[in-house]
């Protein structure tokens, strides 16, 4: 499975933006898709993940209410819909696909990873 993510840039405080993951290759072997973001110097946090079938979503708790998740099963694409954008926020934001059943919180349960894009919101 390959991951495509784009839709990074440089944006102001309380702006938005969408990311795009496209996968690619045995999708169909993947059972949910993730969001994580990385700011330098920090771990890898999770941000939100969906689950192809039935399409139920999870979130930090940090971006619940400004962030939504959302699939396209057809075009094998998952987004990440960003609103009211904080600096904190800045980061290089990763998508990862799940192969198995696991806790979708965590990085170690997705097996897929894509190249990142760069967010960067300024205050």
């Known amino acids: 499975v390959q991951l495509q993510a784009s839709g990074g840039g440089l944006v102001q405080a309380g702006d938005s933006l969408r990311l795009s993951c496209a996968a690619s290759?045995?999708?169909?072997?993947?059972?949910?898709m993730g969001w994580f973001r990385q700011a330098p110097g920090k771990e890898r946090d999770f941000v939100a993940a969906i689950t192809w079938s039935s399409g139920v979503t999870g979130y930090a708790d940090s971006v619940k209410g400004r962030f939504t998740i959302s699939r396209d099963n057809a075009k094998n694409t998952v987004y990440l819909l960003m609103n009211s954008l904080k600096p904190e926020d800045t980061a290089v934001y990763y998508c990862a696909a799940a192969g198995r059943i696991g806790v979708l919180r965590r990085a170690n349960t997705y097996d897929y990873w894509g190249q990142g894009t760069q967010v960067t919101v300024s205050s």
């Open positions: 290759g045995r999708t169909s072997e993947t059972y949910a």
